[in-house]
């Protein structure tokens, strides 16, 4: 704000109305003689407000026959409009506000209602408003930057003969044929050429979304398919025989194509999407990606890669642009374990060759950096949305070339000290596998090589084939029997099935196994809203129970009496549901079997409980796996009181998971014993000791845990005089 003393206080005033005239292309004190004034309230936005000055452009011949324009550019002003401009921005300005849109995705309103809070902080005075303005010299100065950082001013061909792409800032790690990578890449021998394969990752995001403002026509991107995002022409082409543009919304998100290892946007890699996220937008944004690529060899990472990828090279015959020769696809990693076992093997980035500690989630991570920009790009036309995009893009891409050194430098130190450990480990575990198993050691390893080799054709050595039966493999076939049974009989009954029976009753068990758990020595700790989750799991436990009574006069008619006696005579203790004898065919011995059950209800049961052994082994191993995840957190993340307490408390859940899994399986083995008496599956399903329930370096994370919470100790004795709590 500028203000003037008239003698008894201070009064808003302009450098206008004190006397202020600017000559342009001369030094400061000197007038032109053949001055051309210019608007007397020539409006200039500064970074410390919104002012109005008096000009004058030079009409002699030290302008060198510069126009109205040119002048003001020479002076570092950028004027509003080429014709008779009677505005501008100052390049500190807008170059100030390019970082702070860039890195604090600060919007152009904001920024400029910032400059007349600047200008006048009570917001009473009337300010030149120059919004509309300011946002177009602010998208312009976007452009203009990109073209110059690009060089497209020394190229006599001028921005108008910019290829596609050709302004994004590239990856200078990845492989690159001609640029990075030796002479003779091409004649690698098969256990090399994993050097040379390049490995990008695909996604979609959804929150880049664009309503119905302005048009193409009216709003043309500035350097859409330059840098980022696909060119239109082909692209809208390319779309036209699948879908119609959706109600509201222009665009619905965008499509991203990334370098997987160092988190590049890759060149014509974005495109938006107008119906979610089709496999003809996927395609187009991912073969515009590839242009130009000389590497035979790729490795995609998409978090649908396993439907994604089937009949892609059908497809993509349809389109104007090649693919590499070989090509392999791969889930990201935090998204494998949500797809169905099926997928794990095959798309697992941990079986791929070369593939390192490459996670796959990079486009998550540059998501992240871009939502920042969503709100403000989501009411913009479609042209300066692409323009403000592709700015964003190439601003994280050249953040990670100027810091590619360290980064680098960091991977390697930790790549060095892990190979030494790893390496250790792994020769370690190798040759006390071949000691113990030399024949089917020398059998893994040829098929692995057989498949690295060949993967076409070849079963994966790494998945893991269903070996055992699941229990919903067992209702299928229980249920196939009794459709048959029920088609054969001349009337059909309504009372339910011997095996949903036996399903309710095993599913009562497994309800009253984690009532135990949940209230073993808490009797007296409880609160009252603990309490009465207590009673109400007790009262639908009781439920339950009562009705796989009713259904057991049915099924096992001689049993009702047995059930009388036996609570007649029992214990307040046992009264409670979870304590509760079932009376199901496993419950009775040898002889009380042959009176109370019929060999197909036993035969059915045993078939259950067989399958369930296998389900809740599978089920330790998962909670052991993640126990020993959580471990390993925790050591290397949580540091401090409170936030050990709260991991100690997410700890104690899993520790619960993996007692019910460990009981129920003792449970299913001892009924099934019950059922069927010793014989071979005792091998398969062994008995589980304490000691068994481990997972795999387990012992060394609680050595580790253990020195920890010693340091804790000693820290809290060195703060409480020598006491330490815990």
């Known amino acids: ?196 394969r390049l490995i990008v990752a695909m996604d979609a995001n959804f929150r880049l979304k664009n309503r119905l403002r302005s048009s193409k026509t009216k709003d043309p991107g500035l350097n859409t398919g330059m840098a980022y995002f696909v060119g239109d022409d082909g692209y809208e082409e390319h779309l036209e025989g699948y879908m119609d543009q959706a109600e509201g919304l222009r665009v619905t998100g965008v499509g991203g194509i990334f370098c997987a290892r160092h988190e590049f946007w890759r060149a014509c890699g974005l495109g938006d999407l107008q119906k979610g996220e089709r496999y003809c937008n996927m395609d187009y944004i991912f073969l515009s990606s590839l242009v130009g690529v000389a590497n035979k060899a790729l490795l995609v990472s998409y978090d649908i890669a396993c439907q994604w990828s089937k009949n892609l090279m059908s497809r993509a015959r349809e389109l104007p642009f090649s693919l590499p020769a070989v090509i392999d696809f791969v889930v990201p990693k935090f998204h494998l374990p949500a797809h169905r076992e099926s997928c794990h093997a095959p798309y697992g980035l941990q079986f791929k060759t070369g593939a390192g500690q490459t996670d796959g989630e990079a486009p998550e991570r540059n998501w992240a950096d871009m939502n920042g920009a969503a709100a403000s790009t989501k009411e913009m036309g479609p042209g300066a949305r692409h323009d403000t995009l592709d700015d964003h893009c190439g601003h994280s891409n050249w953040r990670k070339f100027v810091g590619m050194g360290s980064l680098l430098r960091r991977r390697l130190t930790v790549a060095i000290k892990e190979a030494g450990e790893q390496s250790e480990i792994y020769t370690d575990f190798t040759n006390a596998l071949t000691t113990d198993h030399p024949a089917t050691m020398a059998q893994w390893q040829q098929e692995i090589t057989d498949w690295e080799e060949h993967p076409e054709g070849r079963p994966n050595p790494y998945h893991r084939p269903k070996t055992n039966l699941t229990m919903a493999d067992v209702r299928l076939e229980l249920a196939q029997q009794e459709n048959v049974e029920v088609e054969e009989q001349a009337t059909a009954s309504s009372q339910p099935s011997p095996s949903a029976f036996l399903l309710l009753g095993l599913r009562i068990e497994g309800m009253q196994l984690k009532l135990r758990l949940e209230t073993r020595g808490e009797r007296s700790g409880r609160t009252a809203n603990q309490a009465a989750q207590v009673q109400e799991s007790r009262t639908a436990l009781l439920r339950l129970i009562r009705r796989l009574r009713a259904e057991q006069e049915l099924h096992m008619p001689r049993v009702p009496a047995v059930i009388d006696t036996d609570e007649s005579a029992a214990s307040n203790t046992t009264r409670r549901p979870e304590a509760y004898k079932l009376y199901l065919p496993s419950d009775f011995n040898a002889d009380e079997k042959e009176e109370f059950c019929t060999p197909a209800l036993i035969d059915m049961e045993s078939k259950l409980r067989y399958a369930a052994m296998g389900e809740t082994l599978d089920e330790v191993r998962h909670q052991l796996r993640f126990r020993t995840y959580m471990n390993k957190w925790k050591i290397r993340n949580v540091k401090g009181q409170r936030p050990n307490t709260r991991a100690r408390a997410a700890q104690a859940k899993i520790e619960d998971g993996v007692k019910r899994a460990v009981e129920a399986y003792r449970l299913h083995r001892k009924l099934y014993h019950s059922l069927v008496g010793d014989g071979p599956w005792q091998q398969k399903f062994r008995e589980l000791q304490d000691e068994d329930v481990r997972g795999l370096g387990e012992r060394l994370v609680r050595e580790l845990e253990a020195a920890s919470d010693e340091r804790t100790r000693e820290l809290l004795r060195s703060r409480n005089g020598g006491v330490a709590s815990g």
């Open 1 to 196: 704000m500028v203000e003037t003393w008239t003698g008894a206080f201070f009064k808003r005033t302009s450098l206008a109305e004190l006397g202020l005239t600017i000559q342009l292309c001369h030094p400061p004190g000197n007038v032109c003689g053949h001055r051309q004034a210019g608007r007397k309230d020539f409006t200039v936005i500064h970074t410390n407000g919104i002012h109005t000055v008096s000009l004058d452009f030079c009409g002699c011949g030290l302008s060198n026959g510069l126009d109205r324009r040119q002048q003001l550019l020479h002076m570092a002003w950028w004027p509003a409009t080429p014709l008779d401009p009677q505005s501008a921005a100052t390049f500190q300005c807008l170059d100030v506000f390019h970082l702070l849109s860039l890195r604090g995705k600060v919007t152009g309103y904001d920024y400029y209602k910032s400059l007349e809070l600047a200008t006048d902080g009570t917001g009473l005075s009337s300010t030149p408003n120059r919004l509309s303005s300011f946002m177009m010299m602010a998208r312009q100065w976007r452009h203009i930057t990109m073209m110059k950082r690009a060089g497209r001013g020394h190229d006599p061909s001028g921005i108008l003969g910019t290829a596609p792409g050709e302004c994004a800032v590239t990856c200078p790690a990845c492989p690159q044929p001609g640029v990075n990578l030796p002479d003779d890449w091409e004649d690698a021998p098969s256990n090399r050429s994993w050097l040379y």
